[in-house]
């Protein structure tokens, strides 16, 4: 089983709308993940980081479920700038104080007018 | 902060020439790692330094990838020969304590092997 997975997409949705990504990890002992966004042709950035209680940042908001091992993402009144590729991130090792961080393949949105 | 810098942002070379990426990561971080996107594979991790120590190399493809840190501001990615599956993006990343902490990226370097 590979270590973070993603549907591939492309989603595509009109703007306004409400479109929510899933993630499934492989180490259940993985306390931190993250979300990171990557433009066409850029690199990856940092979108928000996801905590055990959930988080919520404007309009969009990530969630965990530690049980079943998955991650989501929601991003509610879609906008055109949301178009990115959404990048689902696990440390490689947990309670290791540098350790790398595995990407998962990435969710193509699309944000049609 | 200038953040992440990675020299080329392109490359073009033939196969078997030797090629030479460089990254410079942000002052003050102590890890670094070189990752390669594909659109089959995604981000791959190659390599990853902590404190200049390379502790991870098992993500590097083949004898013909080698990657250095001769000091806490500069890294090389070094592939020699080239080969044209080597086609790549190649992301340096930073950061102040590996994980669980935020990856700043550079900008990438574009690496086509003909």
């Known amino acids: 089983r590979k270590e973070v997975e993603q549907d591939p997409g492309p989603f595509n949705v009109p703007e306004g709308a409400t479109v929510a990504f899933n993630c499934t990890y492989s180490n259940s002992a993985s306390q931190s993940f993250f979300w990171y966004r990557q433009d066409c042709r850029k690199e990856p950035k940092l979108l928000m980081s996801v905590y055990s209680s959930g988080n919520e940042d404007g309009r969009f908001t990530a969630q965990l479920n530690r049980a079943s091992q998955y991650i989501s993402l929601l991003i509610r009144d879609s906008k055109l700038s949301d178009s990115a590729t959404y990048l689902c991130?696990?440390?490689?090792?947990?309670?290791?104080?540098?350790?790398?961080?595995?990407f998962g393949k990435g969710t193509r949105l699309s944000v049609i007018a | 902060d200038a953040g992440v810098i990675q020299s080329p942002r392109h490359e073009v070379t033939e196969m078997g020439q030797e090629v030479t990426l460089r990254c410079k990561p942000i002052?003050?971080?102590?890890?670094l790692f070189w990752y390669r996107q594909t659109m089959m594979r995604g981000l791959e991790l190659l390599i990853y330094?902590?404190?200049?120590?390379?502790?991870?190399d098992s993500g590097m493809p083949e004898d013909r990838f080698s990657a250095k840190m001769p000091n806490a501001s500069f890294s090389t990615l070094k592939i020699q020969p080239s080969e044209p599956r080597d086609s790549a993006v190649y992301f340096c990343?930073?950061?102040?304590?590996?994980?669980?902490?935020?990856?700043?990226f550079g900008q990438g370097t574009r690496l086509t092997v003909v």
């Open positions: 330094f902590n404190n200049n120590v390379p502790i991870d």
């Open positions: 991130v696990v440390p490689l090792q947990e309670n290791s104080g540098n350790t790398p961080l595995v």
């Open positions: 002052s003050g971080h102590n890890s």
């Open positions: 990343a930073s950061s102040l304590k590996g994980g669980g902490t935020e990856a700043f």
